[in-house]
């Protein structure tokens, strides 16, 4: 066992999170790259044996396996003679998330997303065999999930021989007796569903109407109910033959999915959070809008952003391009980055792109501060005035040191980038993307 604080390569493990089949699961930090990470690190002396080769494929797989609710691959390579996994470090796991209550229409999203992981990795034959409420990671403060360990995946083109691998209380009745197809998963997608949406976990013989059944009634419409039931029969060809019918079928209903007074409830409750959210953009934007220049949405949570922002600070929504640039109050925008520029620019202020045809006359503008508030610190560059919260010179591409802050709140910064946050109202860093609030 790795200790905290420890290196393994260039990262610091910072604690454990988890004991996989073959590998223990760590909470560690970049120390290159300055980023939170997931390592699933295999023990000593294991590289040359099958497990190796279990790894291997785990990495081959999640390389494959492109899309927003699977769980990228960040790296994987022999560190200090263990095979690591690195992958980006969630907020928790479903299972975490099941321990508090779970609204009907945030059930509903989260069964869209599962349903898309799954469906994703089916249409190229792959099946997941281990699909539980552990492996399914939470992000973007619980908005967003990404289903993770592809460990014992087995690609359906080829012979399989099953060998009852899975979790009790999800694996399907003939996965278990070691005959694991697309519709094992099918299966164990139907039992998570059953269990946001009811609060009880359907068990063997799973003789209709498991526990809960009761609860669902009152919820959802019957075309959801008959779904679930047939995903959750124990004969497995009377199941959908894989999560891309399964999700075929779900879209048909899914707009008319939960009761109309399992909406009403859930409208009442989320027209008072939304006004409530937009009394505090309004108090923002009172003190901050005309200095950070919010002039834009979030197209995510609709909060407050401006244009130098590279993450929204209500919601983390990642603004690596700019989703705004016909809003932009400039003449020209980014090809890169889709930030304004102006026409005597030779560089992106904002995201260091070049291949701008910069215009010999120099423009004049009310954004650019005073010299003795900010300037280029390159003693050669003869265009000193910079805007707020550039990150590079526009002229000769030096990167700006100064850390800006925000007027008025000069002591209050990122703990990461040192640059300035408003913590009353971000939750994140909208410079860095570090969080704010752990």
């Given at each position: 066992?790795?200790?905290?604080?420890?290196?393994?390569?260039?990262?610091?493990?910072?604690?454990?999170?988890?004991?996989?089949?073959?590998?223990?699961?760590?909470r560690a930090f970049d120390?290159?790259?300055?980023?939170?990470?997931?390592?699933?690190?295999?023990?000593?002396?294991?590289?040359?044996?099958?497990?190796?080769?279990?790894?291997?494929?785990?990495?081959?797989?999640?390389?494959?396996?492109?899309?927003?609710?699977?769980?990228?691959?960040?790296?994987?390579?022999?560190?200090?003679?263990?095979?690591?996994?690195?992958?980006?470090?969630?907020?928790?796991?479903?299972?975490?998330?099941?321990?508090?209550?779970?609204?009907?229409?945030?059930?509903?999203?989260?069964?869209?997303?599962?349903?898309?992981?799954?469906?994703?990795?089916?249409?190229?034959?792959?099946?997941?065999?281990?699909?539980?409420?552990?492996?399914?990671?939470?992000?973007?403060?619980?908005?967003?999930?990404?289903?993770?360990?592809?460990?014992?995946?087995?690609?359906?083109?080829?012979?399989?021989?099953?060998?009852?691998?899975?979790?009790?209380?999800?694996?399907?009745p003939e996965q278990a007796?070691?005959?694991?197809?697309?519709?094992?998963?099918?299966?164990?997608?139907?039992?998570?569903?059953?269990?946001?949406?009811?609060?009880?976990?359907?068990?063997?013989?799973?003789?209709?109407?498991?526990?809960?059944?009761?609860?669902?009634?009152?919820?959802?419409?019957?075309?959801?109910?008959?779904?679930?039931?047939?995903?959750?029969?124990?004969?497995?060809?009377?199941?959908?033959?894989?999560?891309?019918?399964?999700?075929?079928?779900?879209?048909?209903?899914?707009?008319?999915?939960?009761?109309?007074?399992?909406?009403?409830?859930?409208?009442?409750?989320?027209?008072?959070?939304?006004?409530?959210?937009?009394?505090?953009?309004?108090?923002?934007?009172?003190?901050?809008?005309?200095?950070?220049?919010?002039?834009?949405?979030?197209?995510?949570?609709?909060?407050?952003?401006?244009?130098?922002?590279?993450?929204?600070?209500?919601?983390?929504?990642?603004?690596?391009?700019?989703?705004?640039?016909?809003?932009?109050?400039?003449?020209?925008?980014?090809?890169?980055?889709?930030r304004g520029v102006k026409?005597?620019?030779?560089?992106?202020?904002?995201?260091?792109?070049?291949?701008?045809?910069?215009?010999?006359?120099?423009?004049?503008?009310?954004?650019?501060?005073?010299?003795?508030?900010?300037?280029?610190?390159?003693?050669?560059?003869?265009?000193?005035?910079?805007?707020?919260?550039?990150?590079?010179?526009?002229?000769?591409?030096?990167?700006?040191?100064?850390?800006?802050?925000?007027?008025?709140?000069?002591?209050?910064?990122?703990?990461?980038?040192?640059?300035?946050?408003?913590?009353?109202?971000?939750?994140?860093?909208?410079?860095?993307?570090?969080?704010?609030?752990?």
């Open positions: 066992m790795l200790r905290s604080g420890s290196m393994l390569g260039k990262y610091r493990i910072d604690g454990r999170l988890a004991d996989g089949g073959f590998a223990r699961v760590y120390t290159i790259e300055g980023t939170r990470v997931a390592l699933k690190v295999a023990p000593e002396g294991v590289i040359a044996d099958d497990k190796k080769r279990g790894f291997q494929a785990e990495a081959r797989l999640s390389a494959k396996l492109e899309h927003p609710n699977i769980l990228p691959l960040k790296d994987a390579s022999l560190i200090d003679g263990r095979f690591v996994i690195v992958t980006p470090l969630g907020e928790g796991t479903l299972d975490d998330r099941l321990g508090k209550r779970l609204s009907p229409t945030r059930a509903l999203d989260y069964t869209k997303q599962i349903l898309a992981a799954l469906a994703h990795a089916h249409e190229r034959r792959v099946m997941h065999c281990d699909v539980k409420p552990d492996n399914i990671i939470l992000f973007e403060e619980g908005m967003r999930l990404r289903l993770a360990d592809f460990g014992i995946a087995r690609f359906v083109l080829h012979t399989i021989k099953g060998s009852g691998s899975g979790t009790l209380g999800y694996i399907a007796m070691g005959k694991p197809s697309l519709r094992s998963d099918v299966f164990s997608i139907a039992v998570i569903v059953w269990r946001m949406f009811s609060g009880q976990l359907p068990e063997w013989p799973y003789a209709w109407p498991p526990k809960g059944h009761d609860k669902l009634r009152r919820i959802l419409q019957p075309d959801f109910v008959a779904w679930l039931r047939r995903s959750l029969d124990p004969e497995p060809r009377k199941r959908f033959e894989s999560a891309v019918a399964m999700q075929r079928a779900f879209l048909r209903f899914e707009k008319h999915a939960l009761r109309s007074s399992a909406k009403s409830k859930e409208q009442g409750k989320t027209k008072q959070r939304v006004d409530w959210r937009h009394v505090r953009f309004k108090a923002f934007e009172k003190s901050f809008g005309p200095l950070l220049g919010t002039h834009h949405d979030c197209p995510k949570c609709t909060g407050p952003i401006s244009m130098s922002m590279i993450a929204c600070p209500w919601c983390r929504q990642d603004l690596d391009v700019f989703p705004h640039p016909d809003d932009v109050k400039f003449p020209l925008a980014c090809p890169r980055c889709m026409l005597d620019w030779n560089y992106c202020a904002w995201c260091y792109g070049y291949g701008f045809e910069a215009e010999e006359r120099s423009y004049s503008d009310r954004r650019y501060l005073p010299l003795k508030v900010a300037k280029c610190n390159n003693a050669a560059c003869d265009r000193k005035s910079l805007m707020p919260f550039m990150r590079y010179c526009p002229w000769c591409r030096r990167k700006v040191d100064k850390k800006w802050r925000l007027e008025g709140h000069e002591r209050e910064v990122c703990n990461q980038c040192g640059h300035g946050v408003a913590r009353e109202f971000w939750s994140c860093c909208p410079w860095c993307r570090a969080n704010l609030r752990g």
